[in-house]
């Protein structure tokens, strides 16, 4: 099978500089972003279902990027974009102040060993600026099988002024979920544990934070 072309599903990183989203997609419809997007299966199956909201996949591995690219390009999705790159530094550098609607995250590399801790996505520096590049209103859903990174995903979100959580769901209460991953946990048997957060509405009158 020859090649697709996947150029146009691609957003071509940044050092630096802040993304102009409505020029990305030539429309200025709401923008929802998943970091660590595997093979790009939760975000194909939602660009389908709303075509009138825009996805961006953020993923670091070349081998899953291309490949989801690959699919989007096959099934012609035109809501839909591919960014190769650790996704703190997007979101640092890239993702302009209030531009998302929503941010998923499912499943994120957990990084057992303690020594490892301080590779995990989910820390303060990261919600900080989730905060920042998030619109009011918007929401966060996050999903793990391991039982210490859920601690501190809720203690990291909840800890921070600018998020109200909506939902925590563990095990059987968790709602079945589409991605790759949580298919091949639950059916090992693992316990799933699923949050959902709100970013509170701006307060005009407080001081900008960084
Ligand atoms: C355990 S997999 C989960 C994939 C998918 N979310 C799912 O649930 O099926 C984690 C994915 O996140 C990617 N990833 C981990 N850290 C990342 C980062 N900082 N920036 C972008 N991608 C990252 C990995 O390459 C991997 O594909």
């Known amino acids: 099978m020859p090649d697709r072309d996947i150029k146009p ?20 419809h ?7 997007i595997g093979k790009g299966r939760f975000l194909m199956n939602e660009a389908a279902r709303r075509p009138d909201v825009n996805f961006v996949g953020i993923e670091w591995a070349s081998r899953y990027y291309r490949l989801a690219a690959e699919r989007a390009a096959g099934k012609r999705l035109s809501n839909i974009r591919f960014l190769r790159d650790d996704a703190a530094h997007t979101l640092r550098e890239n993702l302009p102040d209030a531009s998302l609607s929503a941010l998923h995250i499912y499943f994120p590399d957990p990084w057992p060993k303690s020594r490892h801790h301080k590779r995990r996505l989910i820390q303060g520096p990261f919600v900080l600026q989730a905060a920042r590049v998030l619109k009011d209103g ?6 793990t099988d391991h039982a210490y990174y859920a601690e501190q995903m809720e203690r990291e979100f909840s800890d921070h002024r600018d998020f109200t959580l909506v939902s925590r769901l563990f095990g059987d209460e968790a709602p079945e979920g589409i ?5 091949k946990f639950r059916k090992e048997g693992r316990t799933i544990f699923k949050f959902e957060y709100l970013r ?7 001081p900008a934070r960084a």
């Open 30 to 36: 709401p923008v929802e972003l998943e970091i660590g």
């Open 200 to 206: 509170r509405a701006r307060d005009l009158a407080a």
């Open 179 to 183: 991605t790759n991953w949580e298919q």
């Open 138 to 143: 918007a929401r966060v859903l996050l999903g």
């Open 9 to 28: 599903y691609i957003i071509e990183q940044l050092k630096e500089g802040r993304f102009h989203l409505a020029a990305i997609f030539g429309n200025d």
